[in-house]
């Protein structure tokens, strides 16, 4: 990916207008996202997962053992299972992995913790079921992801075979240190969006709880982790403590780190080679953990 094609993905987003209404940001939203090309080889169908709502996306050929459990991103204000199609689509693709999105419940309306209990229930029932599941989320679905194995080790459930996070928002109490120092870099987000963001979701809840800002946590016994994350956005750090507190707990963790690129670049698959190739990395890493049924795994 040549510098050029780097700021020409940047030049392709805009930071948002603070004070919007939630609904106004899922219209915009939607609008961008919820109707995106899928491919012809994509089937979607409607079912339920512990009684959350849920989109199994059929991908052709997609028939290996276990699924992706696909968490969207949105700062659990925006998006939907739908959006969250628009990438596991192509991880389901690239793996030969089933995946189902989840439509979990959103801020302000649905506050903390009520989409932590909403990918809880359906993680418990894929698990229970006799799957072997990796978890995949991007921006605030990375961060739901990790809470969510947290909240499953807690409650003596079998832990996912791995989880794969792009770009994920690890702390909600906003205190990374790129949150400021990468402002100018980002074309999509800054402290105050974020900010905005946080106080819709956390409802008054303590910004520090291990569940929404999952940075905090004890991560020990956790399966392995694929973190991805570009330069160019202001959760970078959020995504590089997350790593480094993995190491010390002793968690197998991978990091890829796209200089230039902007939050969930993997969007641009098809346009930056940087994209195309996280996504295989990912897809490779959703294989090998699949395959390898001593970690984390249904036995």
Not at 66 to 76: A, R
Not at 243 to 250: N, S, W, Y
Not at 280 to 296: E, Q
């Amino acid at each position: 990916m040549s510098a050029e094609e780097r700021e020409a993905a940047r030049g392709m987003m805009q930071k948002a207008e603070l004070g919007r209404t939630a609904e106004k940001q899922r219209a915009e939203f939607d609008e961008l996202f919820a109707s995106r090309p899928l491919g012809d080889d994509v089937k979607l169908v409607e079912r339920t997962l512990g009684g959350v709502p849920a989109l199994e996306v059929h991908v052709d050929g997609a028939d290996a053992d276990g699924v992706i459990l696909y968490l969207h991103g949105g700062s659990y204000v925006v998006g939907s299972a739908r959006t969250g199609a628009n990438l596991a689509a192509p991880l389901s693709r690239r793996s030969g992995v089933p995946a189902v999105s989840l439509d979990y419940r959103l801020a302000p309306e649905h506050a903390f913790p009520a989409g932590i209990h909403d990918a809880l229930a359906a993680y418990r029932e894929l698990v229970e079921s006799g799957q072997n599941v990796v978890i995949v989320g991007d921006s605030a679905g990375g961060g739901l992801g990790l809470a969510t194995m947290i909240a499953a080790r807690a409650e003596g459930l079998p832990l996912p075979a791995g989880a794969v996070l792009l770009s994920p928002w690890t702390d909600v109490s906003l205190k990374s240190p790129s949150m400021d120092s990468r402002d100018e870099d980002d074309p999509l987000f800054s402290r105050a969006n974020m900010a905005e963001s946080a106080e819709f979701y956390l409802g008054g809840a303590d910004p520090k709880n291990e569940l929404a800002s999952p940075v905090f946590a004890d991560l020990k016994g956790l399966p392995p982790l694929l973190v991805q994350v570009g330069t160019a956005e202001i959760l970078l750090d959020d995504s590089l403590r997350l790593v480094a507190r993995a190491a010390e707990q002793d968690v197998d963790v991978s990091l890829d780190v796209v200089a230039g690129a902007p939050h969930v670049f993997q969007y641009f698959a098809g346009f930056l080679s940087e994209a195309d190739e996280s996504l295989d990395h990912a897809a490779t890493f959703i294989k090998n953990r699949l395959r390898d049924k001593s970690v984390g795994a249904v036995a």
